[in-house]
């Protein structure tokens, strides 16, 4: 008799639930990176994507840990889908302060757009897009990044002013009161601190 050195058997169903979860999960992220704009839709299309992010990890971790090696493909799945979802998610609402210092290296690199004549300001290239409701920086002299924009006005998000605050400015409707300093020129208003 020898001993039994058999694998396991696989599950078959685990590499369609493994797929099934890393799409669910692509198509969340794929709205949070592009910042569609559903108008006042935004908010139920925003929990829709949390709930398609939330069983898209859930699904990926159950497929992954039903594979032939489970401990190999969660640790390479799970980290990938916690670590994009944390950089690209929208949960600037949730932690303005949180959302600037990990995102801090992104928006220096996007004070190099111009933001333009426009009101609303001008598009961010499509890697910086996420850093704003909208997807646009606006101002002059101040740069600002909304993290929300009322409906019909006002808004509040990110500020880069330099040399001084950006009390008084401008945000859609909204004049910014009381900004909070993120140190370096950069400040948030109209957001929870």
């Excluded at 928006?107 to 704003?132: E, F, K, M, W």
Aim: hydrophobic share 50%; net charge negative.
């Amino acid at each position: 008799m020898s001993g039994s050195s058999e694998a396991p058997p696989v599950d078959r169903a685990a590499f369609p639930v493994l797929v099934l979860g890393l799409l669910l999960w692509f198509i969340a992220l794929g709205w949070f990176l592009l910042r569609v704009d559903l108008w006042i839709f935004g908010l139920i299309a925003a929990a829709v994507m949390w709930f398609l992010c939330l069983v898209g990890v859930v699904c990926a971790v159950m497929g992954a840990v039903r594979m032939r090696r489970p401990a190999v493909a969660v640790l390479a799945v799970l980290p990938v889908m916690v670590f994009g979802t944390v950089i690209v998610g929208d949960w600037a609402a949730a932690s303005p302060r949180a959302w600037f210092i990990t995102h801090r290296a992104l928006y220096d690199q996007a004070l190099n757009v111009d933001p333009g004549d426009d009101y609303y300001g001008q598009s961010l290239p499509l890697h910086l897009r996420y850093l704003t409701v909208d997807g646009r920086v606006s101002g002059g002299d101040i740069k600002f990044f909304p993290l929300w924009i009322g409906t019909p006005d006002d808004a509040g998000g990110i500020l880069h002013s330099p040399g001084r605050s950006p009390a008084g400015f401008d945000m859609y409707g909204m004049m910014c009161r009381d900004p909070v300093s993120l140190g370096d020129d950069w400040w948030m208003c109209g957001v929870k601190s």
